[in-house]
Nanobody, 125 residues
């Protein structure tokens, strides 16, 4: 059973940067395909970014392309989401997710088996 714990969220101003971390226990990041999703109040959960187990495949949601970067440090069993040029519309709870499977896409939440509890990101204008 993989347990995921997100950290790094907070309140920032538009244009600022944040780096979210997702630490895994009970399993290894290196054996998993990892993703980040977010959910704003009153909205459906939205795909943000994903990285395949090999690290060769990276995916980004259209709204974050060019601003967010997903990366992984297998030695630390941690996945990161570097968020630059933050906008008020990035305000949401951000969730880390993991799956041992990779069947064509890592952009759909139903593909993931394990989820963290989420970390709040608030961007003020």
């Amino acid at each position: 059973q993989v347990r995921l714990v997100e950290s790094g969220g907070g309140l920032v101003q538009a244009g600022d940067s944040l780096r979210l971390s997702c630490a895994a226990s009970g399993g290894t990041v290196s054996n998993s395909n990892m993703g980040w999703f977010r959910q704003a109040p009153g909205k459906e959960r939205e795909f943000v970014a994903a990285i395949s187990r090999s690290g060769n495949d990276l995916y980004y949601g259209d709204s974050v392309k060019g601003r967010f970067t997903i990366s992984r440090d297998n030695a630390k069993n941690t996945v990161y989401l570097q968020m630059n040029s933050l906008k008020p519309e990035d305000t949401a709870v951000y969730y880390c997710a993991a799956t041992p499977y990779y069947i064509g896409s890592l952009t759909r939440d139903r593909e993931y088996n394990y989820w963290g509890q989420g970390t709040q990101v608030t961007v003020s204008s």
